[in-house]
């Protein structure tokens, strides 16, 4: 089972996507495998004009296809996710991400930017009919620090970002065990956050 780490920022490196970058890492140590797009490494003008037969953007979509699993990472600006984000996840499929999990993550200058990941994102991915779509994680610039010593997170995110980690890592366990109906009854809530 792989997960696709989905790099929503127009400007490399970002907030959002050190904090996908850490998301990943933490996987990775639970033993997942990932791989990672960076929207705005593929060509402006094949996106924009979505261009099916560009080989970058056919690569692309079929990393999501492949995926069991994305985490998906954006600013926000202006009380909404990227423009870039948006581009992308308007090639995929009517239903581009049935049986996927996903966890949504968001960076922003402050607090009041926090709903912008369930007014706005949240019902564009639930649109794409994925298995399940996890609690969000939102941070503010204050709460993600990057500097030469590495990427700081304030106490508040670790927590969630390892309740995320922790929910997307018993989502995909369960998955891989069964295949029936039975998955849909996982009250992702009840995960024990580890220490």
């Known amino acids: 089972m792989t997960i696709l780490l989905l790099a929503g920022s127009p400007s490399a490196p970002s907030r959002s996507s050190r904090l996908l970058n850490h998301v990943g890492e933490k996987l990775a140590l639970l033993g997942h495998r990932y791989s990672r797009i960076d929207v705005c490494d593929?060509?402006?003008?094949?996106?924009l004009h979505a261009d099916f037969g560009n080989a970058a953007i056919e690569a692309a979509l079929l990393q999501v296809a492949e995926a069991s699993a994305l985490?998906?990472?954006?600013?926000?600006y202006k009380a909404a996710y990227s423009g870039v984000l948006k581009a992308f996840l308007d090639l995929l499929p009517q239903f581009g991400l049935t049986g996927k999990l996903v966890l949504p993550l968001a960076t922003g200058g402050s607090q009041s930017h926090?709903?912008?990941?369930?007014?706005?994102l949240r019902p564009v991915l639930?649109?794409?009919?994925?298995r399940h779509v996890l609690p969000s994680i939102y941070a503010t610039e204050a709460q993600v620090v990057w500097n030469e010593g590495g990427l700081t997170?304030?106490?508040?995110?670790?927590?969630?970002?390892?309740?995320g980690v922790d929910q997307l890592s018993y989502g995909l366990r369960a998955l891989h065990r069964t295949a029936s109906n039975d998955f849909d009854d996982i009250h992702f809530s009840k995960v024990q956050v580890s220490n």
Do not use: G
């Not at 926090?114 to 706005?120: E, I, N």
């Not at 997170?153 to 309740?163: G, P």
């Open 71 to 76: 985490v998906i990472a954006t600013p926000v």
């Open 114 to 120: 926090m709903l912008a990941l369930d007014y706005a």
């Open 153 to 163: 997170l304030d106490a508040t995110i670790v927590e969630r970002v390892q309740e």
């Open 126 to 130: 639930s649109s794409l009919n994925p």
């Open 42 to 47: 593929l060509p402006a003008e094949a996106l």
